[in-house]
Antibody, heavy 120, light 110 residues
């Protein structure tokens, strides 16, 4: 089955580090970009950045550049989103998405989402 | 504030036709194709329309997309209660060198 499966919900304190994951299965992981999307509770979708799993080339939104790191391990078909120092304002749902079905023209395959709550 | 502008809300009664607009610029909608996503409450977004007017497998033909100049529209005819959701337009923006989403439109079926 073609799917993206994300890691579970996290509860962290400000200043802590975190890495969440997105595991692809059922298709060639290295052939399609993986994108991370943030959704603050009650708000809209925000593009954070994307990675080409084949060579780990990344593009970041200026809004997130320097605050998060996107990476991928093609040996285990998994992409990651990580923070070195979380802030309360990082509380949100995070989705990974791929352009598998329509050749990167759109985000046509989505993970189920990972909720991150940051509170002291 | 997003570079793609959508109305925050839309509504209609069952059976009606509703449209949701998405306004952009020459570097976004004017240069690239538009995608639309549906997000039902508590779920991940789902691709509804890609490349302006193409429906993924499984999306009913009462849902359609169009683009003209720097604007795009999503149309839903034969409105059903199951259509009540948030809808987002999304596109690659050449000047930002990245993907952008509209602010989203909440569709209410009265």
């Amino acid at each position: 089955e073609v799917q993206l499966v994300q890691s579970g919900a996290e509860v962290k304190k400000p200043g802590e580090s975190l890495r969440i994951s997105c595991k692809a299965s059922g298709y060639s992981f290295i052939s399609y970009w993986i994108t991370w999307v943030r959704q603050v509770p009650g708000k809209g979708l925000e593009w954070m950045g994307s990675i080409d799993p084949n060579d780990s080339h990344t593009k970041y939104s200026p809004s997130f550049q320097g605050h998060v790191t996107i990476s991928a391990d093609k040996s285990i078909s998994t992409a990651y989103l990580q923070w070195s120092s979380l802030k309360a304002s990082d509380t949100a749902m995070f989705y990974c998405a791929s352009g598998y079905y329509y050749d990167n023209k759109a985000f046509d395959l989505w993970g189920q989402g990972t909720m991150v709550a940051v509170s002291s | 504030q997003s570079v793609l502008t959508q109305p925050p809300s839309a509504s209609g009664t069952p059976g009606q036709r509703v449209t949701i607009s998405c306004s952009g610029s020459s570097s976004s909608i004017g240069s690239n194709t538009v995608n639309w996503y549906q997000q039902l409450p508590g779920t991940a977004p789902k691709l509804l329309i890609y490349s302006n007017n193409h429906r993924p497998s499984g999306v009913p033909d009462r849902i359609s997309g169009s683009k003209s100049g720097t604007s795009a529209s999503l149309a839903i005819s034969g409105l059903q209660s199951e259509d009540e959701a948030d809808y987002y337009c999304g596109i690659w923006d050449d000047s930002l060198n990245g993907w952008v989403f509209g602010g989203g439109t909440r569709l209410t079926v009265l």
